[in-house]
């Protein structure tokens, strides 16, 4: 009796892409050299506000090597300064022209004013140290509140600081606020971080007969196609921009870098291949930087503890220019703003503001770590103003699982949940009574152990264009992905997707996904991402939409090729379409099993034409695939720390972790995209932070001042998993990749405050160092001499 053999989807395969990586085969933009290659390097400000009163390129000019030095002023054939692609109907937002090189005046540390082009990778370095740039000091603001109150300003033709402003409201806050008994009110700082991707960027641009190839480390190479066509005066399919392998991304190379522009404007000038890689300094100082908010929020609730209104004012620090989406970034995390709580009337204010800082934009979770962490540490506010259990606060609030698909106070609808279920299941693996009696008993040793929750839902899965259209996602609103599957005559099958995975591991998810459908091994189906030049259109990776749209539209593709798979089969073997089944690795009759072809005997009858009258021949098919609704991944994380109360050193001493994406497509990638986001938020919360002194120079732009995290600080994670599929798509399946990035900073948070309660510690803002929550404890003592808890 045969066995039938279990479906790819939902196993932990070993993703496809390791081999490569970790034996040095993998080919980054670095690894690729063209003959006759000139190297870029560029002259950056070191003032973080000043006129450029002059520019002497003639030392750089005469150095051996250098074929030429541009400046601002050379870039008079380019079609205008780098793009902003959110533009909201009805909301007005200043966008100051920004050019690839500064023209007049720099605006933050690092600003590039010429980019010098030689022979050799090291000559052009100490030639751009040769260009003389003569600056006249401006006044500086790094101060986002300081900023909106007046100057200076960082564009003086603006006569404000003052991007723009954006609400999202839902329900009566008025009224909410009026039926609370108890209102809590914080100031919630989100400070600023770096993307910090492994591999810095790189590019390397080759223009020769009227075409022009990019290689770039990107997350976005086809939005970089379509910028750099439009900004080169080009037509777009003379364009090719390939991501080869990308040491990571993380947000930050979700852009249209003036670096980008500049490789290509100048190998189509000079006539040579471009190449530029990033150094770890220019990364820290001028790769786009994320979070920086300030945020003013206010919660009301019932004595029982029923939420009634929720709002909150952020002040979004954008740095000196806005980049692809500055703008849009906050306004993601309005739209969960009421988490996965049953709150009647949620209103989000957001006003964005210049600051001689670098500029912000996307960074893993884009909006919504910000939004989790107000709503998730709040509720632990107001949980302890009422005396109540944190668990309690939540359970009471849970939008219930018969509610969905739910629509929100904010407008969205929720696909689907089952909030209570990852909170019972996390509680499976966290004994919290014990843990207070032990947490108890540690107290009266001196040992300060506390535990913090965070229940979040997330919106990802980023597409529908029917909602980001008219949201003002700019030219390339239209939020589907593309997929195209080809079956070669030798039954293996190359799938393309039109999402740019960096990291993530979509070659094996992509290829389970297609295996499945079409009677095949995983390891038979090569998955193309990543190149403009080899597949149809596509709208590539950020915003956790890769699985559920790319994948999704990927499935459609397949079914496609199934269905007509079947046909043939049928034809070939004399039954009825219907009758014909994916089976064993085989299409065969149903009751049957002998009556089979594989999906290369499938293929040679589509090549040979031995198919149906009218059937066109050949086995490959394109889908473009644009969702509904979006998705909404939610899940319950437990931190659990120890606080030296001396010292103001935390240990994270247990992290637990109970996600829900809808159907687990590869549970091996889910738990690594976890780690690493996870990891994310907690670097963030704990240790990370770019700073910038009032000078608006950048204090941490090393790896020895910026303190990434590594395993040694932390514990292993223990992860667990529900699954309530999304009604959204055919795989049930939502997005995973910012899940842990988005929970984890509010757990982490709730823990050290919970530690801390009988010192006296009621609240604390990110990030967690030494010296902020040892200080925290010295005003607590001194606040209250009887260290007690204060409201
Ligand atoms: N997956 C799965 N089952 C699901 C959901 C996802 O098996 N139900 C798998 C997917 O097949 C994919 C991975 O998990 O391999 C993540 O999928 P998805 O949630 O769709 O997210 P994206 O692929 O769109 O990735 C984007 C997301 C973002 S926005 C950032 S930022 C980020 C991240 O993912 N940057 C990363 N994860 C990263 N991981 C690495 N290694 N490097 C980065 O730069």
């Not at 297609?514 to 915003?543: F, I, K, M």
Request: proline fraction near 6%; aromatic fraction near 6%.
């Amino acid at each position: 009796m045969s066995t039938v053999a279990e479906p790819h989807v939902g196993r932990a395969l070993r993703r496809k892409e390791d081999p490569r990586l970790i034996t040095g085969r993998a080919r980054y933009v670095d690894d690729i050299s063209l003959p006759g290659t000139l190297w870029a390097a560029f002259v950056r400000s070191p003032e973080a506000h000043a006129r450029i009163v002059s520019i002497d390129t003639s030392a750089a000019n005469a150095r051996p090597g250098v074929h030429a030095v541009f400046t601002g002023k050379d870039l008079t054939d380019l079609g205008g300064p780098l793009p902003m692609a959110w533009v909201p109907p009805g909301v007005e937002v200043k966008n100051p022209e920004h050019w690839p090189l500064a023209k007049d005046e720099v605006k933050h540390v690092g600003d590039p004013v010429a980019m010098v082009i030689g022979a050799d990778r090291y000559e052009v370095v100490d030639a751009a140290e040769c260009v003389a740039v003569e600056y006249e000091s401006l006044p500086v603001i790094t101060d986002p509140e300081a900023a909106l109150e007046g100057g200076p300003f960082v564009h003086e033709e603006l006569g404000t600081n003052k991007v723009h402003e954006w609400s999202l409201a839902g329900g009566d806050l008025d009224a909410g606020f009026a039926e609370a008994d108890v209102v809590v009110e914080r100031r919630v700082v989100n400070h600023r971080t770096a993307g910090a991707a492994i591999e810095p960027r790189g590019v390397l641009a080759d223009y020769r007969a009227g075409q022009l190839t990019l290689w770039s480390s990107t997350q976005v190479p086809h939005f970089v196609r379509l910028f750099t066509a439009i900004l080169l005066g080009m037509s777009e399919e003379r364009v090719r921009v390939i991501a080869p392998e990308v040491g990571g991304g993380f947000g930050s190379k979700l852009q249209v870098y003036g670096e980008e522009i500049l490789a290509c404007w100048a190998s189509r000038k000079t006539g040579h291949p471009i190449k530029w890689i990033e150094t770890r300094s220019e990364n820290m100082a001028v790769t786009h930087q994320g979070r920086d908010q300030i945020s003013y929020v206010r919660m009301g609730a019932k004595r029982d503890g029923t939420v009634t209104a929720f709002h909150v004012k952020i002040i979004a620090d954008f740095g000196a220019y806005n980049m692809l989406l500055t703008p849009l970034i906050p306004s993601l995390g309005a739209f969960v703003m009421g988490g996965c709580y049953k709150i009647p009337a949620v209103t989000t204010d957001i006003v964005g503001v210049f600051t001689n800082k670098c500029p912000t934009d996307a960074i893993r979770g884009a909006g919504r770590p910000e939004a989790t962490h107000m709503i998730e540490v709040t509720l632990d506010q107001m949980a302890a103003e009422l005396g109540m259990d944190p668990i309690e606060i939540r359970r009471k609030n849970f939008i219930p699982p018969e509610d969905f698909p739910a629509a929100v106070a904010t407008g969205v609808v929720y696909d689907s949940g089952d909030y209570q279920k990852t909170l019972d299941r996390l509680l499976e693996h966290v004994d919290f009574p014990a843990f207070r009696r032990e947490q108890e008993e540690l107290r009266g040793k001196g040992v300060y152990r506390g535990i913090g929750l965070s229940t979040y839902t997330e919106i990802c899965g980023l597409a529908p264009s029917r909602i980001t259209g008219p949201g003002g996602v700019g030219v390339q609103a239209g939020g589907w992905e593309s997929a195209m599957v080809r079956v070669h005559n030798t039954g293996a099958v190359t799938a393309y997707t039109g999402s740019s995975g960096h990291g993530q591991g979509h070659e094996t998810a992509f290829a389970q996904i297609v295996a499945d459908r079409l009677g095949v091994d995983p390891a038979n189906v090569e998955v193309l991402h990543g190149d403009t030049g080899t597949g149809p259109e596509g709208r590539n990776t950020y915003g956790s939409r890769s699985l559920a749209v790319g994948g999704e539209a990927l499935a459609k593709c397949a079914t496609k090729i199934a269905e007509k798979a079947k046909a043939i089969v049928a034809y070939q073997l004399e039954a009825a379409p219907e009758d014909i089944e994916v089976r064993d690795g085989q299409f065969s009759v149903k009751g049957s099993p002998d009556k089979a072809m594989t999906l290369a005997d499938i293929a040679g009858a589509a090549y040979l034409n031995l198919i149906p009258d009218g059937m066109e021949p050949g086995l490959e098919d394109t889908t473009f695939y644009d969702p509904e609704n979006f998705v909404f991944p939610f899940g319950a994380h437990a931190c659990i720390v120890d606080v030296d109360a001396d010292t103001g050193k935390i240990k994270v001493e247990r992290y637990v972790a109970v996600d829900d994406c809808g159907k687990a497509i590869n549970p091996l990638l889910i738990d690594g995209q976890l780690h690493g986001g996870i990891v994310h938020a907690l670097g963030q919360a704990l240790y990370e932070r770019i700073h910038y002194d009032e000078d608006g120079q950048l204090v941490t732009g090393t790896f020895v001042d910026y303190a990434l995290p590594t395993a040694a600080e932390l514990p292993s994670f223990e992860l667990d998993r529900t699954e309530t599929p999304s009604p959204v798509n055919s795989l049930g399946a939502k997005g995973i990749g910012e899940a842990g990035t988005i929970a984890a900073s509010a757990a982490v948070t709730n823990a050290v405050i919970d530690a801390l309660r009988p010192l006296g510690v009621t609240y604390v803002n990110m990030p967690l160092s030494p010296m902020r929550v040892w200080e925290a404890i010295a005003e607590a003592k001194g606040a209250s001499p009887e260290g007690g808890v204060h409201a």
